[in-house]
T-cell receptor
Framework: DSGVTQTPKHLITATGQRVTLRCSPR?????VYWYQQSLDQGLQFLIQ???????AKGNILERFSAQQFPDLHSELNLSSLELGDSALYFC??????????????FGPGTRLTVL | AQSVTQPDIHITVSEGASLELRCNYS??????LFWYVQSPGQGLQLLLK??????LVQGIKGFEAEFKRSQSSFNLRKPSVHWSDAAEYFC????????????FGSGTRLSIRP
């Protein structure tokens, strides 16, 4: 158990819909990272937040957005969903702002299926 | 272009045998290199990382990796595998300065033969 929690575990929705994925980092970690893992694209970094502020942006689509709240939990919002958005979405956390090179602790993921 | 190649999609080894998973990268500057493991239904776990210094890096679970600049490789090794090592292994590369530049390989699935 990494200490990172993600909800829900599974999500099934239809094209065009909007969903929100939630992540609670490990106690004491200030950075949260979102990753997407799909058969087509492999594992990709989406976005990082540090203490409420966006820190780094990767291959995140404009239809996707994220935020980190004062209690440090984070939400990833996916809108106008397409079939190709079906994937496993991971959240990870670490202590530092530049902590992507430090040890990141990954949650178990949310499996999104778009029908 | 920056890239990471894991040439082996699937490897099967016998329990107790040695293991080497290959990783080759193409990167303009001195890279930071990582190996992650993903067990079925789990998130990723960092096995080891290389930033500088000794080119032989020790990690968790008895794994090690060797950075060879001349070959642009960062192969993962384990002298004796256990059935619990069956998982997907990912090599990753990126700069220290920005998480946005991290690139993951496509992964190598490891199966263990009893």
């Amino acid at each position: 158990d990494s200490g990172v929690t993600q909800t829900p575990k599974h999500l099934i929705t239809a094209t065009g819909q909007r969903v929100t994925l939630r992540c609670s980092p490990r106690s004491g970690d200030l950075s949260v990272y979102w990753y997407q893992q799909s058969l087509d694209q492999g594992l990709q970094f989406l976005i990082q937040y540090y203490n409420g502020e966006e820190r780094a942006k990767g291959n995140i689509l404009e239809r996707f957005s994220a935020q980190q709240f004062p209690d440090l939990h984070s939400e990833l919002n996916l809108s106008s969903l397409e079939l190709g958005d079906s994937a496993l979405y991971f959240c990870a956390s670490s202590v530092h702002r530049e902590g992507w090179t430090d040890t990141q602790y990954f949650g178990p993921g949310t499996r999104l299926t778009v029908l | 272009a920056q890239s990471v190649t894991q040439p082996d999609i699937h490897i099967t080894v016998s329990e107790g045998a040695s293991l080497e998973l290959r990783c080759n990268y193409s990167y303009g500057a001195t890279p930071y290199l990582f190996w992650y493991v993903q067990s079925p239904g789990q998130g990723l776990q960092l096995l080891l990382k290389y930033f500088s210094g000794d080119t032989l890096v020790q990690g968790i679970k008895g794994f090690e990796a060797e950075f060879k600049r001349s070959q642009s490789s960062f192969n993962l090794r384990k002298p004796s595998v256990h059935w619990s090592d069956a998982a997907e292994y990912f090599c990753a590369v990126g700069p220290y300065s920005s998480a946005s530049k991290i690139i993951f390989g496509s992964g190598t699935r490891l199966s263990i033969r009893p």
